[in-house]
């Protein structure tokens, strides 16, 4: 059978990001952590590529990732990539 009915665990997020900067992933708005940037001497730059969050353990029917930027900084999404576990 399919997968939808069974329980999943979201072990880390991917995020692929285009000259990004200042944003925050989790698998809910109450339960977010903010993304390390790179630094070019002590100042974080635009970011272009991959970033992978650990999200901890979360076991369900449904999943959700969520993203959030509160920075007047750029923020362009072009993929998000969860890793999953069915049970």
Do not use: M
């Amino acid at each position: 059978g399919g997968s939808s009915a069974r329980k999943k665990k979201v072990s880390a997020i991917n995020i692929h990001l285009k000259n990004s900067l200042g944003a925050e992933v989790g698998t809910d708005f109450a339960h977010l952590e903010a993304i390390k940037w790179p630094e070019k001497n002590g100042t974080p730059i635009l970011y272009s590529g991959i970033q992978r969050v650990v999200t901890g353990a979360l076991a369900g029917n449904l999943v959700s990732a969520c993203i959030r930027s509160d920075e007047p900084y750029p923020l362009t999404v072009l993929a998000v990539i969860p890793e999953i576990a069915v049970y």
